[in-house]
């Protein structure tokens, strides 16, 4: 197994680690499991965009539990998610998603955060092999560090911050039921100005309809 000071180095090592999939085997080795999933949590919810990052696991498995294991991660409340960042815990794999046989039954799961964006890392392990709850916790913080090396991976969603204070009080108002004239009554601006943070509202969310501008924002927690 990989002895801590080594790892640290090649970690630290442009030349060993410049690609996030590099950093992440050294991460998955120095654990002693067989293969990871890297996704983030943040971005789940919102189905046009990639949640996961990287992953050896087995295709299928990503796109059947994997999936699974994020869309439970994303919907953790904000107070448990601060309580449970950087802590690992197992969880039972379900028979029925089909795990190989050379696989332990339970998933490791470590989540955490990388400037804003919001991450979990599940790792497999091969049956019987001897876990360190100490390694774990070393993993959790070397994640971190080496994911928040990638500004394109940890960045937020250009789109939070294209939006003006206006346009989110209006998409606010929206998600409220309240209808372009009662808008411009309420900011105390014209309907045409209101109809025209509207339609730029549309152009940044890529959103079709009202609804689905204020889905979008409530998914990003933006109101």
Not at 196 to 207: E, L
Request: charged share 25%; glycine share 6%; hydrophobic share 40%.
């Amino acid at each position: 197994m990989v002895a801590r000071g080594a790892f640290i180095r090649d970690l630290e090592s442009g030349e060993a680690c410049g690609k996030i999939t590099g950093g992440m085997d050294l991460i998955c080795a120095y654990a002693g499991a067989r293969c990871y999933l890297l996704a983030r949590t943040d971005l789940f919810l919102d189905r046009h965009q990639e949640f996961i990052v990287t992953s050896n696991w087995p295709f299928d498995l990503v796109r059947s539990f994997g999936a699974a294991l994020v869309d439970t991660q994303a919907r953790t409340s904000e107070v448990r998610r601060c309580l449970q960042a950087f802590e690992p815990s197992f969880q039972d794999v379900d028979p029925s998603f089909g795990l190989p046989e050379e696989f332990s039954p339970r998933v490791c799961l470590i989540p955490y955060n990388a400037g804003h964006a919001r991450m979990v890392l599940a790792l497999l392990f091969a049956r019987d092999i001897y876990l360190s709850h100490d390694r774990l916790r070393d993993v959790a913080l070397a994640a971190a560090y080496f994911t928040s090396r990638f500004p394109e991976v940890v960045s937020s969603n250009d789109t939070l911050s294209d939006l003006t204070d206006r346009e989110v009080e209006c998409l606010s108002w929206i998600g409220e039921g309240k209808t372009s004239d009662e808008i411009a009554v309420i900011i105390g601006i014209s309907r045409n100005t209101v109809n025209n943070y509207i339609t730029s509202i549309m152009n940044k969310t890529g959103a079709k309809t009202r609804s689905e501008a204020v889905a979008f924002a409530v998914r990003q927690r933006i109101i």
